[in-house]
């Protein structure tokens, strides 16, 4: 039997760069309400605009998500143990998902678990899209254990925003 390596993915929204020409953004946006209308895969255009998107060049000034993410992953990171981890981005950022899959794959994870900061039901990427992208990846790596840790227990939730309350009352 083969050992289990976990992994562990923490999926961030995405934000878009200080600089990125917003018509680019416009335009995705626009392709992907489009396809989504009509149930169709995505266009050359929409996934070149896409990748255009994610891949701008970024630092800590032109988009400061991504530094605040990237410090909480830290955070995660440090406090989960021997785990391969990785970050991936909903929208406008890379990673994705995809990729970070993949990417841990690579390093030998066989047990995935992907959780998001995104705490609170209601949302379509952490309800949909996050679910929906981890069922084609399961048909595409059916050895692989992935999970997602979502939803959150929102008492939870409400008692971390009640100590943040407290800190600042």
Known sequence: MAAVVRGVILVGHGGIPNGCPQELVTKLKRLEAQRRAAKMPPSPEEIELDRKIRQWPRTQET????SGLESVAAQLRANLGEV????????????TLEDS???????????ITVTTTMF????????VEIPEILERLRKQYPDIVLRYAWPFDLLMVAKLLREQVARFS
Do not use: M, R, W
């Open 101 to 111: 899959v993949k990417e841990l794959i690579k390093k030998g994870a066989t047990q």
């Open 120 to 127: 609170t039901p209601g949302g379509s990427h952490s309800e």
């Open 84 to 95: 391969l981890f990785a970050v991936a981005y909903n929208e406008f950022c890379a990673p």
């Open 63 to 66: 988009d400061p998500y991504q």
